[in-house]
Nanobody
């Protein structure tokens, strides 16, 4: 079994910053990619940022220059640093990992989601 535990969401004023964390644990042999998605009310879930096993990062156009994804390989943790937050960043944020387990099962795993609300 693989578990992802997210933390760091909350309420922040426009222009503020937050850091999200997502720690993976369980029967993980290797992590191929780590991603952050978000879903706003009434909208589809969208990919926000991804970091590959080699450390390459990519971002949605809407967050480029404001968000940074990083990871701690040893701790199997992925972070999302969010700066210059806007009301339109309000959403539930989900972490996702594409991993190979110790049983050689390859699939995606999801965190429980954490609410980010940007409002004055």
């Amino acid at each position: 079994q693989v578990q992802l535990v997210e933390s760091g969401g909350g309420l922040v004023q426009p222009g503020g910053s937050l850091r999200l964390s997502c720690a993976a644990s369980g029967s993980i042999f290797s992590i191929n990619a780590m991603r952050w998605y978000r879903q706003a009310p009434g909208k589809q879930r969208e990919l926000v940022a991804v970091i590959s096993s080699g450390g390459t990062t990519n971002y949605a156009d809407s967050v480029k220059g404001r968000f940074t994804i990083s990871r701690d390989v040893a701790e199997k943790t992925v972070y999302l640093f969010m700066n210059s937050l806007k009301p339109e960043d309000t959403a539930v944020y989900y972490c996702n990992i594409h991993a190979t387990t110790t049983f050689y099962v390859v699939q995606d795993y999801w965190g429980q989601g954490t609410q980010v609300t940007v409002s004055s």
